[in-house]
């Protein structure tokens, strides 16, 4: 049985910094890409970060040069670093691996 379970989330001032974790479990994780996807209230989910089998990257333009999407296989681990916070990065992220998702972790961010 495949298992995403997504920690690290939290209440944070803007321009501070959180770290997401996705741990996975039930799947071959070092040859499947992962995605960090957030959903904001009243709006769709979104893809924030990306990053492949053999550790390429690729970022929303609204997060790149602030978030860090970075792996570790020996512990089947996922990790996205959050920086310089906004506001508007406020919603629930899921971790993605193939077709299974987490049930995500809450971020919010005040003013």
């Known amino acids: 049985q495949v298992q995403l379970v997504e920690s690290g989330g939290g209440l944070v001032q803007a321009g501070g910094s959180l770290r997401l974790s996705c741990a996975a479990s039930g799947i071959i994780f070092g040859l499947n890409p992962v995605d960090w996807y957030r959903q904001a209230p009243g709006k769709q989910r979104e893809l924030v970060a990306f990053?492949?089998?053999?550790?390429?990257?690729n970022y929303a333009n609204s997060v790149k040069g602030r978030f860090t999407i970075s792996r570790e296989n020996a512990k089947n681990t996922v990790y996205l670093q959050m920086n310089s916070l906004k506001p508007e990065d406020t919603g629930v992220y899921y971790c993605k691996m193939s077709n299974f998702w987490g049930r995500g972790t809450q971020v919010t961010v005040s003013s």
């Open positions: 990053i492949s089998s053999g550790g390429s990257t």
